[in-house]
Antibody, heavy 125, light 110 residues
């Protein structure tokens, strides 16, 4: 079965660091991108960034550049989203999603075709 | 900064047709933005409906269709059913590897 499985919910204090994960299975992990999407409570979806496991090349939304780090360990088919110093405003559900190049020539992801179940991150003192 | 805009809400009767749109605060949406559409019900992860303007994702019923209407991308639900009541988001490819979600539309079926 093709799936993305995310790590469990986290409760952290402001200033702490955090890494959440997204493990792909049932497909060739290095053939697709992995993107991260934020959804703050009661709000819409926000595209944070994307990484290509084949070469670990990551692209970030300007809104999230410098705020988070996206990485990957292709040996275990897992992508990560990291914070070095959490803020209360980082409280949100975070989804990973599999991206692919539907155009066939963009050489980057232009859509998401499947999603992880989400990881809830709560940051509170 | 360009924002991807969607109608905040729509109401449709069971069996009816509704068209949601996805536009830009500056410029027109075309196929080169590779518009995608996603459905999200409360408490659930999003589900991919449409990609590359009008290609249905695997398992998506044919009552969902995508197109370009004028200067916007559009998602049409034909023959709406109760379980179509959800939030719908478009996403556009903006170039340089960056994608942006729209503001989302809440669809009520009643």
């Amino acid at each position: 079965e093709v799936q993305l499985v995310q790590s469990g919910a986290e409760v952290k204090k402001p200033g702490e660091s955090l890494e959440i994960s997204c493990k792909g299975s049932g497909y060739t992990f290095t053939d697709y991108w992995i993107g991260w999407v934020r959804q703050m409570p009661g709000k819409g979806l926000e595209w944070m960034g994307i990484i290509y496991p084949g070469d670990s090349d990551a692209t970030y939304s300007p809104s999230f550049q410098g705020q988070v780090t996206i990485s990957v360990d292709k040996s275990i088919s897992t992508a990560y989203l990291q914070w070095s110093s959490l803020k209360a405003s980082d409280t949100a559900m975070y989804y990973c999603a599999r991206g692919y190049d539907s155009s066939g020539f963009l050489l980057t992801s232009d859509t998401f075709d499947m999603w992880g179940q989400g990881t809830m991150v709560t940051v509170s003192s | 900064q360009t924002v991807v805009t969607q109608e905040p809400s729509f109401s449709v009767s069971p069996g009816g047709t509704v068209t949601l749109t996805c536009g830009l605060t500056s410029g027109s949406v075309s196929t080169t933005y590779y518009p995608s559409w996603f459905q999200q019900t409360p408490g659930q992860a999003p589900r991919t409906l449409i990609y590359s303007t009008n290609i249905r994702s695997s398992g998506v019923p044919d009552r969902f269709s995508g197109s370009i209407l004028g200067n916007k991308a559009a998602l049409t639900i034909t023959g709406a059913q109760a379980d179509d009541e959800s939030d719908y988001y478009c996403m556009l490819y903006m170039g340089s590897g960056i994608e942006v979600f729209g503001t989302g539309t809440k669809v009520t079926v009643l």
